[in-house]
């Protein structure tokens, strides 16, 4: 009896076990199904994460030395205004920075999101060419960046009065995509 | 000549067909001259390849314009050994590579395998050549190097500049080498599922295959990452990006087999998980073949985005992975279950060092493939870096590494933990005086990385302190211990030796991320910084030309204390074929520190430049070498020379041969 029993249970242990044996393809069919999914989209196409979505709620501490103010989600609102994501490691920011620089002059408030970057190298960078961000929130370890769906540096974005992204430039800015429709689209918020 | 080659592609693909199917069947009627066919095969498909990648090579080397895959990727005034290595520097040619990898392993079975049961070297090459078909009608069907162009073209297009050198060269190579590689053990694993048997012997067989397939891929990511960090300029050496990943979990989860294939050949025990962990091993490997061919996640590496042939592996990749998981689902259960043993033991620590590789191995997976999970549910789009892999990965990292010199001294079957530790107080001792050296030195902010220094000396004094008991050091005379030195069984040595070089490369790591020092600034020439101790002197801005590139070279004189140390020459080439620059980075390299200094652009009268300081970087792949050569020390013992002991004719005579 007791054998009997025993082998009974340990047929119920098996029989529970395979359901065991079955998960790694079961698992492994969910991420061939994502797989398949991700060859029928293009990859090049990089689709704004927060694009008509509000600003997410971020407090960053400033670049110690610059100021004291920092950057957070406080700041933006109001009016169309600019953010700007950069890093003094950054090549394609040192040379947008002339076109950042020109879109601070047209009147429109650009903050800065300083992405993972000493902030020594920081305040040398814009020693050396300049400052035209209104505050700056130093993202040392990138977390805030990641919250605003950055991919990488340079990137900027246009927030309008009432703190929602409405435009996001991935990559370096160039004088076209601010004549066609940076500038156009800053001039028409302010309008409304 | 290439349509010879092409030709060879062809007779090898039937070859596979016919190495795939007649042995499977051999082998279930056990036909000893059906089975026969499988060595045979294998050998005929590794002679055919072998002519077709040497037609393509020849093709390269030769300037054949009218090829089409010399024609995008050469260029005749690239140097020569930049058209050797160009074959594989792009999509066509590195399968090539990969297919004829696939058939080195399996001549390899073929001939090493021969006092292997018949109807197991029969499925195993089967099972093999199932893998060279899937492969070979990729490559035929839609990415064929061997395709001429018509007309022929008067030169060629050139090679991406980054990839001209020298580590690059070897990179691909040795990490196919590893990838496909752990092909042998998802053979041996599917082998033993349709046998419905394992035991320690298969063990044993499968053991050199992993190793060799695993010291390849240790090697291969080592060089791809000391690649990164001395030619991408940021001097950097892991970036979390998709495809290195994609090379780490067929490592991570390798790993993991190579320490469970030891409990399976000791004891008979842990079975069916080291089944599961060939497949998946050889499936990770699949996998990043997949990401890095199909364009599915997006990376500075994907050098070939073209939804057919994505879904081409896609295709391969399911009926691979698919089928083996299936088949393991059906077989595995009825496997015997092996003997028990108590949680604090040798196999307890190996099923600890498994279960944290394979979680670790997970994260890595989820980290790599979550961005995609995210958007196929209608998520955002988002990248997952550095910091995602910081918090998961490293603290899953740290009790591992702990446990390693416990885990090596840890007896089989019931362990005596409190024995171990207080054998182990050395190392205890050399790891506190680490850290309390660290913090010393450093201060409260260095705990982080007094905490890494302190693992390392754990590791490296805790596996010495192990190893000099075996051969109970100092305490019986010299001459004694030498004496058990030579009869140690290498398989000890090469543990030692591998756990050593992971202690190197922690030391390795925390020194260079703690202790490194970063100057970014213009400088004009004559103009002198200091750097970590060093003065550095920029001497100015030379115009040089190379092979098929003009270059700008920065000079800088190095000084310490006035004393001359080195001149670092640092380039950005300007390549005239490809219009694209690269920088060089001037690296100056001791055992316990890099100079790596960067000239940038022109900027006014001056240049900016980076200087960085890393301290002992060399170790993160100094360390990987030594694991490997760990990994090699282990394929020489005994008992995987001499193989299961069997007193036919022909083992005798292949160890005659040894």
Request: aromatic share 10%.
């Amino acid at each position: 009896m007791a054998a009997e029993r025993e082998e009974l249970q340990s047929h119920e242990q098996r029989r529970g076990a395979v359901w065991l044996y079955l998960l790694p393809v079961a698992i492994f069919a969910v991420v061939a199904l994502a797989l398949a999914w991700g060859l029928s989209r293009d990859a090049s196409v990089l689709p704004s994460a927060l694009l008509d979505k509000p600003v997410p709620e971020f407090e960053l501490p400033p670049i110690p030395g610059r100021d004291n103010h920092g950057f957070s989600r406080q700041d933006l609102g109001g009016r169309p205004m600019l953010v700007n994501v950069w890093a003094s490691w950054c090549v394609p920011c040192r040379a947008e920075h002339p076109l950042v620089t020109r879109l601070a002059r047209e009147g429109f408030p650009v903050h800065g999101i300083n992405y993972k970057d000493r902030p020594e190298d920081a305040r040398a960078w814009l020693a050396e060419l300049g400052d035209p961000y209104t505050y700056i929130g130093s993202d040392r370890d990138g977390r805030v960046a990641i919250e605003w769906g950055v991919y990488g540096v340079p990137e900027t974005f246009v927030v309008d009065a009432r703190g929602v992204i409405v435009f996001k430039q991935v990559g370096q800015l160039t004088p076209r995509v601010i004549e066609e429709k940076i500038l156009p689209l800053l001039r028409e918020l302010e309008r409304r | 000549m290439i349509e010879y080659g092409h030709f060879a592609i062809a007779l090898a693909l039937v070859t596979a067909l016919v190495q795939s199917t007649i042995p499977l069947w051999g082998a279930a009627r056990r036909d000893r001259a059906m089975m026969a066919l499988a060595p045979q095969a294998a050998v005929a498909q590794f002679l055919l390849l072998t002519f077709a990648f040497a037609t393509l090579i020849h093709a390269h080397l030769t300037d054949d314009f009218s090829v089409r895959n010399v024609f995008e990727n050469s260029h005749s005034t690239k140097p020569l050994i930049y058209k050797f290595a160009g074959v594989w520097g792009n999509h066509e040619g590195s399968l090539v590579l990969w297919v004829w990898i696939l058939a080195l392993f399996g001549a390899g079975v073929a001939v090493f395998g021969r006092d292997l049961p018949a109807t197991f070297t029969a499925r195993v090459l089967a099972i093999q050549g199932l893998i060279a078909v899937g492969f070979l009608s990729f490559m035929l069907l839609t990415s064929n190097a061997f395709e001429r162009l018509d007309p022929p073209a008067v030169d060629g297009r050139g090679l991406n500049p980054i990839l001209q050198d020298p580590g690059l060269a070897m990179h691909p190579p040795m990490l196919y080498l590893g990838y496909v590689g752990f092909s042998t053990a998802y053979s041996f694993a599917m082998a033993a599922l349709i046998e419905g048997r394992v035991d320690p012997s298969w063990a044993r067989w499968l053991r050199p295959w992993v190793l060799a397939a695993w010291i390849a891929l240790t090697l291969g990511i080592a060089l791809g990452s000391w690649w990164a960090y001395y030619e991408l300029g940021w001097g950097g050496w892991w970036f979390w990006d998709p495809v290195e990943n994609a090379s780490f979990m067929p490592w991570l989860a390798g790993t993991a087999l190579l320490h469970s294939a030891i409990v399976l050949e000791k004891r008979n025990t842990l079975k069916n998980w080291t089944i599961l962990l060939a497949i998946l091993t050889f499936a990770l490997s699949l996998l990043g073949t997949f990401l890095v061919r199909s364009g599915v996640l997006t990376s500075v590496h994907a050098f070939a985005s073209d939804p057919a042939r994505g879904i081409y592996i896609l295709a391969l990749l399911v009926i691979a992975v698919g089928g083996s998981l299936l088949l393991y689902a059906w077989r595995a259960p009825q496997m015997q279950s092996g003997p028990v043993f108590a949680p604090i033991s040798r196999e307890g620590a190996l099923v600890f060092n498994n279960l944290l590789l394979a979680v670790a191995c997970g994260t890595v997976f989820l980290g790599t493939l979550y961005p995609l999970g995210l958007e196929a549910v209608g998520g955002p789009k988002i990248s997952v870096g550095p910091p995602y892999f910081d918090r998961t990965f490293v603290p899953l990292m740290i009790p591992l590494l702990i446990a390693v010199p416990v885990g090596a001294m840890l007896a089989w079957k019931r362990g005596d933990l409190p024995g171990v530790l207080a054998r182990l107080k050395f190392a205890l001792a050399a790891a506190a005086a680490t850290l309390a050296l660290t913090l010393a030195l450093g201060g409260a902010r260095a705990l982080l990385a007094g905490f890494g220094f302190a693992l390392a000396s754990w590791i490296v004094v805790g596996s010495l302190v192990e190893y000099a008991e075996r051969i109970a050091f100092l305490r019986v005379p010299l001459a004694r211990s030498w004496q058990r030195l030579r009869g140690l069984p290498r398989a000890a040595t090469a543990m030692t030796l591998a756990h050593v070089g992971l202690g190197l490369m922690i030391l390795g790591m925390t020194a260079s991320s703690a202790g490194r020092v970063e100057r970014i600034l213009v400088m004009r020439p004559g103009e002198t910084v200091a750097l970590a101790g060093y003065e550095v002197r920029f001497d100015g801005v030379s115009q040089v030309r190379g092979p098929n590139y003009v270059a700008e070279r920065g000079s800088f004189s190095v000084t310490r204390e006035g004393n001359p140390v080195t001149v670092i020459h640092s380039e950005r080439r300007f390549y005239t074929v490809e219009r694209r620059t690269t920088t060089e980075a001037g690296i100056a390299t001791n055992l316990l520190r890099d100079l790596y200094f960067v000239l940038g652009e022109r900027s006014g009268d001056g240049w900016t430049v980076r200087l960085y300081y890393n301290p002992l970087v060399l170790w993160i792949w100094g360390g990987a070498v030594v694991m490997a050569l760990g990994g090699l020390v282990s394929l020489t013992d005994r008992r995987l020379r001499v193989g299961v002991p069997r007193p036919t004719v022909r083992s005798v005579a292949l160890e005659g041969a040894d």
